[in-house]
T-cell receptor
């Protein structure tokens, strides 16, 4: 398997623009997680899905952030409008069985810079 | 809420020497504890986990971790460090609070192994 695939790997945009990050989880995995990593705040869970259904979105910073999982092989994280403080590395991870197994498989991340 | 603490931002060790990366936890109930490693510009990779059983857990790349209930610790160890072990290490705990099931990560410890 190719692992978790994220795109784009790097995105530079201007404040106010819409940003869409994409994730393809490992086939057969039933959980998908979106994390954000910054120097100041470390690794934060934004939202996670189980069988394509959002379970916990309490980590989503505000209404500018939204995430969808229309099918088992694709998820998006959208920021509209983007702000400089959204600059971070966004990771998608998938697993079979969720946190109880603890073995999450991470993508290589999407580095977002908002100017 | 469940949490983990990594008291050291950075650990420096000479190649060939034993290494320890510290983690303490705060949970209600039985802890599910994990270690992950992040190499530069990469996503996190699972190293090992403790759910129940033997207090000494063995994982990938020769790493092991010792669960200590009385000290609420789960330190990562390796008998002989390699330069290639230099990376960012994260301790994590399973969080079952508020009807959710997710991994909460510590702030990370940067391990630097010198030749």
């Amino acid at each position: 398997d190719a692992g978790v695939i994220q795109s784009p790997r790097h995105e530079v945009t201007e404040m106010g623009q819409e940003v869409t990050l994409r994730c393809k989880p490992i086939s057969g995995h039933d959980y998908l997680f979106w994390y954000r990593q910054t120097m100041m705040r470390g690794l934060e869970l934004l939202i996670y899905f189980n069988n394509n259904v959002p379970i916990d979105d309490s980590g989503m910073p505000e209404d500018r952030f939204s995430a969808k999982m229309p099918n088992a092989s694709f998820s998006t994280l959208k920021i509209q409008p983007s702000e400089p403080r959204d600059s971070a590395v966004y990771f998608c991870a998938s697993s079979h069985g969720g946190a109880s197994t603890g073995e999450l498989f991470f993508g290589e991340g999407s580095r977002l810079t908002v100017l | 809420a469940q949490s983990v603490a990594q008291p050291e931002d950075q650990v420096n060790v000479a190649e060939g020497n034993p290494l320890t990366v510290k983690c303490t936890y705060s949970v209600s109930g039985n802890p599910y504890l994990f270690w992950y490693v992040q190499y530069p510009n990469r996503g996190l990779q699972f190293l090992l986990k403790y759910i129940t059983g033997d207090n000494l857990v063995k994982g990938s790349y020769g790493f092991e971790a010792e669960f200590n209930k009385s000290q609420t610790s789960f330190h990562l160890k390796k008998p002989s460090a390699l330069v290639s072990d230099s990376a960012l290490y994260f301790c994590a705990v399973r969080d079952l609070s508020y009807n959710t099931d997710k991994l909460i990560f510590g702030t990370g410890t940067r391990l630097q192994v010198f030749p």
